[in-house]
């Protein structure tokens, strides 16, 4: 656990690190979409404006692709472009490309598109209230346990709702594609997270026009937080197909309005939750989940989604009898993506809600419920998959104690009593399953390239990227620390997918987990192999046997088995622990809510790098407070997104103090961190405004125009 | 049209569109450190020092910076290396694309806040987004270069 600073600190602050914009080639042109503004119809007629010379311009349609038109990965189900019907707003009609952006703009500004409109759902609650819309596979985990029903056990019965949310990376999206007709290659430059995805899309809808698709990532990724996982597909695609048809290099680079307005974002969801507790051990027996998700107009990858927000559903609790059942719900919306927490937030935004409304209901601290029914080791989840450690409960009660809950609780129920403003605290705890669901890795079957120079020097060849959470610093501290080699001689070079082979995207907090655990063992084994204490001097005087060459490959456990058909057995292998307490202020005056201390205690295992893995909890903390105080957007007024105007994401000035521990940091183990700050904040504030103001509120983001309707009209509440 | 600007203590005459920002003038010059966020004025890292006082450059046009100094995160070389310490030595640099505007504006602060508080450094970054980092690492560091407590 040591402090490296990020190799690539200083050439970002002082400006020479080449994000994607800053990146031009000879004889380039510039590209921009034309998407559709109806959320669902027929389009009549194209009309393109006559003051510009058409033939200056070129123009794809769903026509001019030559392989398919399906997005392949991860559920192929969404066209690259629109044929002759649209099904959401942001649907791609066109790319057009011309030398002059100026030009470009201004044209693309004036062509008419004509619909025959149709029935549209653009709105979350239409969405998700009506079975109708259901579409997909369900998923169903029954861990029923034939418990006959007390007449006496405490019923409560919620509805939650989150909103979308918007990734909001300071670097839009963008990709840049040449084609080179003499060996047939399209060579494609890109902002993104899964450059093998971007590949397996752009030789999809190349068809046979093409030999293969090289994909490169640009050195700056200015961060993704899963928005750069699947959108970077369908644009990839549409800019390789432009610059096919143009044969000049073409780039793409979205604006901010475009962003918001087409590209994928967090899903909203609707879950509904039964409980039943036995008043007299204060346990909940029953548990009965109806977890929904609007996915927009294509599954993409909602189905994976989907999974890992069951499997998280039921929060940390012992819980004899649960019957949890996912849904994905469709609309004429983008299709929803990836989003740090991938349906895990959405899932503790309601169970770590409930928890405080059964404890509510039972007059009991939240604290003292959460600890009467927290798992414990021999317990299992609803997937049978057994407990094997108490960190949960650990890290629960840490937090309390370092955050001196108690004592606070009662200062500020005194302090309430006497001011119109007033101060609450609240707890949340949750876990986030490492990597890949159930199979996952196996399939993924990860592959890293490993070459040892003459002079030393390691070259790591991952397809990982770095966007900000210092992957690429990271994986290699966990090579050269392993074998105490120099820093300076461990490189992880720029992914580039006919240089490195295909270790599984950056997704899922698998980076440091799975491939750094691959590299760590790596490094080990060859120094047992080889027989050396010091790499450098190994090489020294073993001179012909370097440059050496090395492939690793992903051993999957065998004791690890999941059945994705029942959802039944390990659906991951390690979990990361977490438990948070929030302070608020409660400004009664506004009904505004102010995030005034947040305190977390995680159990990652072993933080390789103290400062990164700090930044990965603030940074993961403070997009939570923004999901649950202020970041919303609906879809039907996706037209009116321009900027950071008209949707809030937090500022400096808006941000609390941040209180972080890690426990069990001697573990062997590096395990997942780059989601789980994201995921338990927003019920802790939410439970933190319970205890202030008494006030019970199901739908987040718990914005003051939410809170004063709440005030006013208390029966409206849904539930 | 044709202007001539003075960036970073040096001069340029370059050819521009009577309704270009001074964002698009700069990055076709080279300031690749000078990046494009939303181009509405919202996020901040498009920001430069204009006389020495921080400016959005996405909301002004080019013709307008005409016969002022034009200050990029190139032109401040050293003067931005303690910055650029206290912000790293926090770990708080993340995807970067904040990361030179965050710097000049932390610069020009420096200059203007005659004795800063940590309400008034929250105050003058707020316009200055980060999605990364949360700030919490930021301020950290910018507030030991400021020297406040
Ligand atoms: S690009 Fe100028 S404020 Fe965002
Ligand atoms: S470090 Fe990514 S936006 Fe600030």
């Given at each position: 656990m040591r402090d490296i600073r990020k190799f690539d600190a200083r050439p970002k602050l002082d400006g020479s690190w080449k994000f994607l914009d800053d990146i031009t080639y000879e004889g380039m042109i510039y590209g921009q979409l034309l998407y559709s503004t109806c959320h669902h119809g027929i389009i009549k007629k194209i009309q393109f404006p006559k003051d510009f010379e058409l033939n200056e311009f070129t123009i794809v349609s769903a026509k001019d692709i030559v392989g398919k038109n399906l997005v392949p990965e991860p559920e192929p189900d969404q066209p690259f472009m629109a044929e002759d019907k649209v099904s959401h707003f942001g649907q791609i009609i066109l790319g057009i490309a011309h030398p002059s952006k100026r030009t470009l703009i201004?044209?693309?500004?004036?062509?008419?598109?004509?619909?025959?409109?149709?029935?549209?759902?653009?709105?979350?609650?239409?969405?998700?209230?009506?079975?109708?819309?259901?579409?997909?596979r369900e998923i169903i985990i029954d861990h029923r346990r034939e418990i006959e029903l007390e007449s006496n056990w405490i019923h409560s019965h919620e509805i939650y709702y989150t909103p979308h949310q918007e990734h909001a990376y300071m670097e839009p999206q963008g990709i840049i594609s040449i084609w080179n007709p003499a060996d047939r290659k399209m060579f494609v430059k890109a902002t993104c997270q899964c450059p093998y995805f971007v590949k397996h899309a752009v030789e999809a809808i190349m068809g046979k026009a093409i030999n293969e698709a090289v994909i490169e990532t640009s050195e700056g990724i200015g961060g993704a937080f899963g928005g750069k996982e699947d959108f970077p597909n369908v644009l990839a695609g549409i800019t390789s197909l432009l610059a096919y048809k143009s044969g000049k290099p073409v780039k793409i680079m979205l604006d901010r309005a475009d962003d918001f307005k087409i590209t994928t974002n967090r899903h909203p969801s609707r879950i509904e939750l039964h409980t039943y507790t036995d008043p007299a051990t204060k346990k909940i027996m029953k548990l009965n989940v109806d977890y929904r998700l609007d996915a927009g107009a294509y599954q993409t990858l909602s189905p994976v989604v989907l999974s890992r927000g069951v499997l998280h559903a039921s929060g940390g609790y012992n819980i004899p009898d649960v019957y949890i059942r996912g849904r994905l719900f469709r609309s004429n919306t983008p299709s929803n993506g990836a989003f740090r927490g991938f349906g895990v937030p959405q899932a503790l935004a309601a169970i770590e809600?409930?928890?405080?409304?059964?404890?509510?209901?039972?007059?009991?601290?939240p604290y003292d419920f959460r600890k009467t029914n927290i798992f414990k080791v021999g317990n299992e989840f609803p997937s049978t998959q057994k407990i094997t450690?108490?960190?949960?409960?650990?890290?629960?009660?840490?937090?309390?104690?370092k955050s001196d809950y108690r004592k606070k609780l009662q200062e500020f129920k005194e302090w309430n009593v006497a001011h119109k403003d007033k101060k609450g605290i609240g707890i949340s705890m949750g876990y986030h399953g490492g990597g890949y669901t159930g199979n996952g890795e196996k399939i993924l079957n990860s592959k890293i390239k490993i070459i040892i120079e003459k002079d030393a020097k390691v070259k790591i060849f991952v397809s990982s990227t770095d966007m900000g959470q210092g992957a690429h610093t990271t994986l290699a501290q966990m090579f050269f620390e392993a074998i105490k080699h120099p820093r300076e001689k461990c490189w992880v070079q720029l992914p580039n997918t006919s240089k490195t082979p295909d270790s599984g995207p950056t997704v899922a907090s698998r980076t440091i987990y799975i491939i750094g655990t691959m590299l760590q063992k790596f490094a080990l084994k060859i120094k047992d192999e080889m027989g050396f204490t010091n790499l450098e001097e190994y090489v020294a005087s073993h001179q012909s046997d370097f440059p050496r060459e090395f492939q690793i490959k992903f051993t999957p456990d065998p004791t690890v088995s999941f059945d994705d058909n029942n959802f039944r057995g390990t659906a991951y292998k390690d979990y990361s622990w977490a438990a948070c307490v929030s302070e608020i202020y409660y400004h009664a005056d506004t009904y505004q809510i102010e995030l005034k201390k947040i305190w977390n205690v995680l159990d990652i295992g072993h933080p390789v790098n103290l400062k990164i893995a700090e930044g990965q909890v603030e940074g993961g903390n403070i997009q939570a407070m923004g999901y649950a105080l202020t970041e919303f957007f609906y879809k039907k007024d996706f037209g009116r997104m321009q900027g950071f105007t008209d949707y809030s994401i937090p500022l400096s000035l808006d941000i609390p103090e941040i209180d972080i521990e890690f426990i069990h940091t001697d573990s062997d183990v590096a395990k997942g961190l780059g989601e789980i700050p994201m995921d338990y904040p927003a019920p802790a504030i939410r439970n933190a405004f319970h205890n202030a103001a008494g006030i019970f509120i199901n739908e987040y983001p718990l914005t003051p125009e939410r809170i004063f309707k709440q005030i006013s009209s208390p029966k409206n509440h849904r539930i | 049209m044709k202007i001539t600007l003075k960036i970073n203590n040096q001069v340029y005459t370059t050819h521009i569109d009577a309704d270009e920002s001074l964002l698009d003038t700069l990055r076709k010059l080279g300031f690749k450190s000078v990046k494009k966020g939303c181009d509405t004025g919202t996020c901040g890292v498009c920001t430069v020092l204009k006389n020495g006082k921080p400016v959005l450059s996405c909301?002004?046009?080019?013709?307008?910076?005409?016969?002022?100094?034009?200050?990029?995160?190139?032109?401040?070389?050293e003067k931005a290396d303690e910055i650029v310490d206290?912000?790293?030595?926090?770990?708080a640099d993340q995807c970067g694309y904040c990361g030179p505007s965050l710097v000049v504006t932390t610069y020009a602060m420096k200059q203007e806040l005659k004795d800063p508080t940590i309400e008034k450094i929250n105050q003058y970054l707020s316009g200055n987004l980060c999605r990364c980092s949360g700030y919490e690492g930021q301020l950290r560091g910018i507030k030991k270069y400021m020297g406040v407590k």
């Open positions: 201004s044209f693309i500004k004036q062509i008419q598109i004509d619909y025959q409109e149709l029935p549209a759902i653009t709105d979350i609650e239409e969405c998700l209230e009506n079975e109708d819309n259901v579409f997909g809600a409930h928890a405080d409304k059964i404890a509510s209901q039972l007059n009991m601290d450690e108490n960190h949960l409960e650990e890290c629960l009660d840490r937090v309390v104690q | 909301q002004i046009l080019a013709a307008r910076a005409e016969g002022h100094d034009i200050t990029t995160v190139e032109g401040l070389g206290a912000i790293v030595s926090e770990g």
